[in-house]
């Protein structure tokens, strides 16, 4: 079944008004001046669901002499959901290039639903993902044109449900101009959010996706994109560690290993690494 939209917004009832059309006139106008309420996602039921594994990578950039992953090793099975945290170097960007084969890694494997990416065709790889990555392509145009390229036969009514979850005040004929630079950064993140909502393939590769946003925001949004990953298969690298509770797994990254790995309550429970991440947010926050 393939259901994007419920579009279906509760509306007054009434016969139940028309016993008093004082309180019915009243009531009506005080449905009318409310906001609609935000769209919901739907979710996707589909067969083609895919794991992630990256064994023993060892990486460098070319021309380097230092390498960015050192041994890496994490397995996503396929419908989970796994975060990727780590503080700044540690090598989470690069393991979602890798992942889009963007590079050649030096050692190791890398296995889409089993089999190498080498073996697999770069378009084929880009088709089976949404992408989210720290810089978004953009280019001159409407908000429809950057929106429509998500997906085929994409309606209006679906591009403007999406500019509403993602709480972009844009109507479809605002202009865009080249890599989106009348756009904020948070604008340009919630753009390339919305477009991934739009697009819906059945693996979610998001790089920091909302990290220009606040933190309740962020949260709202992050809920809309796990809702509609529903059992597709999801990687999200984060600077911030908060709302990872719903998450199936978060690696630990430090200088290009990976640390650690688990659920949010094991990773506490061990008062390692992401304990101590942990705390340290918890202590800038407060
Ligand atoms: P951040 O949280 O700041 O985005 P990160 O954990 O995503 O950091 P990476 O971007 O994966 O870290 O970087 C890992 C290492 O690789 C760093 O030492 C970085 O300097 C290096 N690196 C990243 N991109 C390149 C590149 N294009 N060329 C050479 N070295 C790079």
Avoid: C
Wanted: proline share 4%; no cysteine.
């Amino acid at each position: 079944s393939l259901t994007i939209f419920d579009n279906s917004v509760p509306m007054a009832v009434f016969p139940a008004y028309l016993e008093d059309t004082r309180q019915a006139s009243n009531r009506l106008f005080s449905v009318v001046d409310e906001e609609p309420p935000a769209p919901k996602i739907g979710t996707i039921e589909r067969d083609d669901t895919f794991s992630i594994e990256l064994k023993d990578v060892t990486f460098m950039y070319p021309g380097e002499t230092r390498t960015a992953l050192q041994n890496v090793s994490i397995s996503i099975p396929a419908g989970s959901k796994t975060a990727i945290v780590g503080p700044s170097g540690s090598g989470k960007s690069t393991v979602m290039q890798l992942l889009l084969d963007m590079y050649t890694v030096n050692a190791g494997t890398i296995l889409l639903d089993g089999n190498s990416i080498r073996e697999i065709q770069a378009e084929n790889i880009w088709s089976k993902t949404n992408v989210v990555l720290q810089a978004n392509h953009f280019f001159y145009g409407t908000v429809r044109d950057n929106l429509q390229i998500a997906r085929e036969r994409l309606k209006d009514e679906e591009m403007k449900d999406v500019l509403r979850l993602v709480e972009l005040p844009f109507t479809l004929d605002d202009p865009v101009l080249e890599k989106a630079e009348n756009l904020s950064g948070g604008e340009k993140q919630r753009l390339a959010i919305a477009r991934v909502l739009l697009k819906r393939a059945p693996v979610w590769l998001l790089d920091e996706p909302s990290s220009s946003l606040d933190v309740l925001t962020e949260q709202r949004i992050f809920d809309h994109l796990h809702e509609a990953a529903h059992k597709d298969t999801l990687v999200l690298v984060s600077h911030r560690l908060t709302g990872l509770e719903k998450m199936d797994q978060i690696v630990v990254m430090e200088h290009g290993h990976v640390v650690e790995a688990g659920t949010f309550n094991e990773l506490m429970e061990r008062k390692g690494y992401f304990y101590e991440m942990k705390q340290i947010e918890k202590s800038l926050l407060s």
